[in-house]
């Protein structure tokens, strides 16, 4: 269906490309505030939307990846009702995450993930310079 939609809108889409990025983003704010009040007019749902769009802005800004900030707002609550179903499966024991070999080594992974980067800066420290 995308290939019957896109081949003949081929030259639309290229001409997207020739609009001015404010303009661009101008009309981003618009569709996302339209859309907003669409879906529940309320005060508190804006507000959040333009903080989120602060938020991004800023990470854009001082060059932080947005893909993951992203992903962890879609995956997050789905881990932390997985989270909370296991514990109490198992009457509130935390071990019970670590007795699987599987679910052991992922998060022996997921913690060798979150130290490497510190510990390879910190060792860069030692390397010697090439005079």
């Not at 070999?101 to 130290?115: C, F, R, V």
């Amino acid at each position: 269906m995308l290939l019957v939609l896109n081949l003949p809108l081929v030259g639309l889409w290229v001409r997207l490309l020739a609009i001015p990025t404010p303009w661009l983003y101008a009309g981003i704010l618009v569709f996302a505030t339209m859309g907003t009040i669409a879906a529940k007019p309320s005060v508190v749902e804006l507000s959040m939307l333009a903080g989120f769009g602060v938020l991004g802005f800023l990470m854009r800004r001082f060059d932080y990846p947005v893909a993951p900030v992203v992903v962890g707002l879609i995956l997050g609550p789905v881990a932390e009702s997985q989270l909370r179903r296991a514990l109490q499966i198992s009457l509130g024991d935390p071990m019970v995450l670590l007795e699987s070999p599987m679910s052991a080594t992922l998060l022996g992974i997921a913690l060798l993930a979150l130290i490497a980067p510190f510990a390879l800066k910190g060792m860069s420290r030692f390397k010697a310079s090439d005079d």
